[in-house]
């Protein structure tokens, strides 16, 4: 017999089935359904700010400031190259690692690449793979409403970085409860990850890139803790952060003119290839992340590329031609870039409208 289901005005329903518990206003337990959708921004939600992020933000920031004065008074250069490299190892532990990999699933791993990226990952401090993975995937189903993490209608400084200043919007956890996230809690490297995160991320976050300059090449604690720390790693989260702020708000929409993530060149750049952000809510499981492009706005891309030939990464996801022009003349803003004549991508009523002039005569 079908349960008998009720619904709660938050959108949870309640079965009415003695075998999976006795929580529910008629003996059922609940559990959420995806008959509930949130708006895109209550205006009346009040935000219940967490000041002890405030704070730790504050400082994060002004510390960050303090390092790029000393990298350009102080430092070492090998510091300097130092955090660069750990700007890259943690940005492709983001991208690669928890965006690509383990987010939205775009190409397979083996053991030694993701244990790799889990390295890098904690790097960057993000918080765990499997909780940030959770969170981009509500991103994804629910952009631009209540249920997203990082809502752009709260504003371009909510989505950038307000969003982890204050209590999450009851949506986010409402709707991230329906999310599957069982691959992700299956993996054991990332299981490890979460168990150990509060020994893990201090060392490879904060402890070692400090300590190593000045072991390696005698580098002050101040220019240490600084430029390779402090600067690096801020710089680092605010280049994810422009992903939702700046790509969610300013550039193109040749694939959808409907939604709100566009092509954004600059955050491409510094967030080394996920600035294709219209394309890639357009189709999210593409490994590129992208449909154009080199690897010097695509950086992600040339990792993982290399990975495949080295046979760490397999099983690599990509959007056929065909399928992406479809798109494009469907829902695009006429913004595709074409290249000239003969560009696959030039659509058939613009061939069809232009003027040929001199034409050869037979
Ligand atoms: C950071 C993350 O910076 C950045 C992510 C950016 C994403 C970008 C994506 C763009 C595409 C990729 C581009 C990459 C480019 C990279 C370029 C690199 C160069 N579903 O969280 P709590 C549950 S992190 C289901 O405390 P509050 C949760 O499990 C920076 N359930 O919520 C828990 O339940 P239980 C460092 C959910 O209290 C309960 O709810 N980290 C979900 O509202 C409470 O969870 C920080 O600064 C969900 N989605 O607090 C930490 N969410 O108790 C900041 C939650 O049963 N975070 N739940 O376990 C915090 O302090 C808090 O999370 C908070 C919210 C204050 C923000
Ligand atoms: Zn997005
Ligand atoms: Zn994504």
Request: charged share 20%; net charge positive; hydrophobic share 45%.
């Amino acid at each position: 017999m079908a349960p008998n289901i009720t619904s709660a005005p938050t959108g949870v329903l309640f079965e009415d089935d003695p075998s999976i518990g006795v929580d529910g206003p008629q003996g059922g337990k609940p559990r959420v359904v995806d008959t509930y959708v949130p708006q895109a921004c209550d205006q009346n939600y009040k935000r219940r700010i967490v000041w002890r992020n405030v704070a730790i933000f504050l400082y994060l920031h002004a510390a960050a400031i303090w390092g790029a004065y000393l990298m350009f008074t102080s430092a070492k250069w090998l510091t300097i190259v130092w955090a660069f490299l750990m700007y890259q190892a943690g940005g492709l532990g983001i991208t690669a690692g928890a965006h690509r990999l383990w987010a939205h699933k775009s190409y397979k791993a083996n053991v030694p690449l993701r244990l790799l990226l889990t390295l890098f990952n904690t790097i960057a401090f993000q918080n765990h793979v499997i909780e940030w993975s959770r969170d981009h995937r509500v991103h994804h189903k629910y952009t631009e409403t209540d249920a997203d993490p990082h809502n752009l209608n709260r504003g371009v400084f909510f989505a950038h970085v307000g969003w982890l200043l204050c209590r999450k919007h009851p949506d986010v956890i409402l709707k991230g409860k329906g999310i599957d996230i069982s691959d992700l809690e299956k993996d054991p490297i990332l299981a490890f990850q979460k168990k150990y995160y509060l020994i893990l991320m201090p060392i490879f976050c904060f402890l070692l890139p400090t300590l190593l300059p000045m072991y390696m090449w005698g580098e002050t604690l101040s220019n240490a803790w600084f430029v390779s720390t402090m600067f690096r790693y801020v710089f680092t989260l605010n280049m994810t952060w422009l992903v939702n702020s700046a790509a969610h708000k300013w550039g193109n929409r040749p694939y959808d003119q409907s939604i709100a993530p566009s092509e954004n060149i600059g955050v491409s750049i510094g967030a080394l290839g996920e600035g294709w952000h219209n394309y890639h809510h357009v189709f999210p499981w593409d490994y590129k992340a992208a449909e154009l492009g080199n690897y010097r706005a695509n950086f992600t891309t040339g990792f993982i590329d290399f990975m495949a030939r080295i046979g760490w990464a397999y099983d690599l996801k990509t959007v056929p031609a065909a399928m992406v022009q479809t798109r494009v003349e469907r829902t695009g803003d006429g913004s595709h870039e074409v290249w000239g004549w003969d560009d696959k991508d030039l659509s058939k009523q613009d061939r069809d409208l232009a003027q040929i002039v001199n034409k050869k005569v037979m």
